[in-house]
Nanobody, 124 residues
Framework: QVQLVESGGGLVQAGGSLRLSCAAS????????MGWFRQAPGKEREFVAA????????YYADSVKGRFTISRDNAKNTVYLQMNSLKPEDTAVYYC?????????????????WGQGTQVTVSS
């Protein structure tokens, strides 16, 4: 069982940066694949980025590639999403998710554990 709590969201101007954090509880955090998803009003939840448990593999949605960076600190049970060059279309609620499998998945249904989400708003 893993419990996830996101933080770091807020209001930022276009071109700015934010760093989201996701604190996880549970002794097996280091063995989970961790992902970030987002959901804008009226839209489906979409994949943003994921990182494997050994921090070896990362995967990004095309829309954020080159601007966002996912990382994890297993000693702190925390995963991060550094977001640079933010655009108004990045505005959404951002969710952290955990998957006990080794392979990286990009579909929400693959992740059994979710945080409550943190709002990111990018003004133009």
């Amino acid at each position: 069982q893993v419990q996830l709590v996101e933080s770091g969201g807020g209001l930022v101007q276009a071109g700015g940066s934010l760093r989201l954090s996701c604190a996880a509880s549970g002794r097996t955090f280091s063995s989970y694949t961790m992902g970030w998803f987002r959901q804008a009003p009226g839209k489906e939840r979409e994949f943003v980025a994921a990182i494997s448990w050994r921090d070896v593999n990362t995967y990004y949605a095309d829309s954020v590639k080159g601007r966002f960076t996912i990382s994890r600190d297993n000693a702190k049970n925390t995963v991060y999403l550094q977001m640079n060059s933010l655009k108004p279309e990045d505005t959404a609620v951002y969710y952290c998710a955990a998957d006990p499998r080794v392979t990286i998945a990009t579909t929400p249904r693959a992740y059994p554990y979710w945080g409550q989400g943190t709002q990111v708003t990018v003004s133009s």
